[in-house]
């Protein structure tokens, strides 16, 4: 039977309900998270953006086809053309300038993350990296899907952070998702059981990094 990405997501299940189930998530979508806590998370965030954008540049090297380079093309210019400058605007309806966002220092969990993508990338193949970024591509998707299923969940105006959600649940970013479930579903059908137990080891500690992030926007560490 070949391996799906959904075999990832079981395969550290508790893991994956942790991130997605976020305290900080429960709080962003019932409109009780700490003004602070979330513009923390923001200025990170930007910061992430940053190496993410990164680790496309360095999908397009790792890239054995055409196919494969014109993705992480789009996916570099996606971030550094679109992503980067929307990001920048939603910090300013925060109170958070430009000039701030480019003095900031970054914070261990946004160090810890980003690096283990690169360093994942770096050492493995285009496989390697997609599945380390994948709790990012894949996951906000679902937790703003996870979100809209719940009753507590509050939409609109009397929720400040009502934009953030409208962000992921778009047509654009669940088409995203879904393309990249699509990309990832082709390469794991034909893995290996050695080799599938590798990816589980670094989807899970991506997993847990993205847990820590939540978790460095909640209690606002450095």
């Known amino acids: 039977m070949p391996y799906q990405f959904e075999d990832l997501k079981k395969s550290c299940q508790t893991e994956w309900q942790a991130y997605i189930e976020h305290s900080f998530v429960q709080q962003l979508g019932n409109a009780s998270l700490a003004p602070e806590a979330f513009q923390h998370y923001l200025k990170q965030d930007y910061l992430f953006l940053i190496q993410f954008a990164r680790a496309f540049a360095l999908a397009a090297y790792k890239s054995p086809t055409l196919s494969d380079l014109r993705q992480a093309k789009q996916g570099l210019q996606a971030i550094v053309d679109v992503e980067l400058d929307l990001h920048i605007s939603y910090c300013k309806e925060w109170g958070i300038s430009e000039q701030e966002l480019a003095e900031l220092p970054e914070a261990r969990a946004t160090l810890a993350y980003t690096r283990y993508v690169l360093d994942t ?55 995203a998702m879904q393309a990249e479930i699509s990309w990832l579903n082709e390469r794991l059908a034909d893995v290996s059981p050695a080799r599938f137990k590798e990816l589980t080891r670094i989807f899970s500690d991506a997993t847990r990094l993205e847990i820590d992030f939540w978790e460095m926007g909640l209690k606002q560490s450095d």
């Not at 990338?121 to 979100?147: F, K, Q, T």
């Open 121 to 175: 990338g770096n050492r493995g193949d285009l496989l390697d990296l997609h599945v380390a970024l994948s709790p990012c591509m894949v996951g906000y998707g679902e937790i703003a899907n996870w979100l809209n299923s719940r009753a507590e969940t509050i939409r609109g105006e009397n929720n400040p952070y009502d934009a953030w959600i409208a962000m992921y649940e778009s047509d654009e970013f669940q088409d």
